[in-house]
């Protein structure tokens, strides 16, 4: 599903040169469930955002479903990311101006009829344990209320692959709980690939497996 070769990615601060990426390689399957561990500054949200097209390389390459989309043009990028990608932000990106359910329905309209969409949001918020709330502005909502519906926001498209940055960090333990059960099955009965930024290791153990990340290389990989 993602194939990254020789991956680099630079930044310039003043005359220095910041290597946020150095030479990354990986391959995940289809339907795999994959945490990325590694500390603060390691490059884990910038390798995110570079599988998602939302950043640009500095070199090496980024195959998505046979697709290299670092040949990608910004509209075809738009596209993939439309299509394709569920993004899961640390900080929730929510439409203040649209309730719940509509944020949710705005991206499940980009693959579905508008009648679908809205069954679909509904059912996804339900899923998400915030069916109650579905009729609420994000300005209504909690930290953890904002999350679940950037959540389902997310899933409710049903995208090939699901990026997600932190996506349990602002939940209780039992609603955190709740949703990675959830991912998790929907990884498995739809085959979607799952990519998972965290500093939580208890969530590993629910990885096919884990990569280490630190100073912008891959270190290590194991089993979850």
Do not use: W
């Not at 649209?98 to 679909?120: D, P, W």
């Amino acid at each position: 599903m993602v194939v990254i070769d020789s991956l680099v990615k630079d930044y310039q601060s003043g005359v220095i040169t910041v290597h946020a990426l150095n030479d990354v390689n990986l391959e995940i399957k289809k339907g795999e469930f994959v945490v990325i561990l590694g500390p603060s500054g390691s490059g884990k949200t910038t390798l995110l955002n570079l599988i998602g097209g939302i950043d640009m390389h500095t070199s090496g390459s980024i195959k998505v479903n046979t697709h290299e989309i670092t040949k990608f043009t910004e509209k075809k990028l738009t596209e993939f990311r439309k299509k394709d990608v569920g993004f899961i932000f640390q900080f929730y990106n929510l439409i203040p101006t649209l309730t719940a359910v509509e944020n949710v329905e705005l991206a499940a309209q980009l693959n579905f009829s508008r009648r679908i969409a809205y069954e679909k949001s509904m059912k996804m918020l339900e899923t998400v344990r915030i069916i109650d709330k579905a009729n609420n502005f994000p300005s209504q909502l909690s930290g953890g209320e904002q999350q679940r519906v950037a959540i389902a926001r997310a899933l409710v498209k049903e995208p090939k692959i699901v990026l997600a940055d932190e996506p349990t960090g602002n939940l209780d333990t039992e609603t955190g709980e709740h949703i990675l059960k959830e991912m998790l099955r929907i990884c498995k009965e739809k085959e979607t690939t799952f990519l998972i930024v965290t500093h939580n290791v208890a969530i590993s153990k629910l990885a096919d497996y884990i990569v280490y990340l630190k100073d912008g290389q891959i270190f290590g990989t194991s089993k979850g």
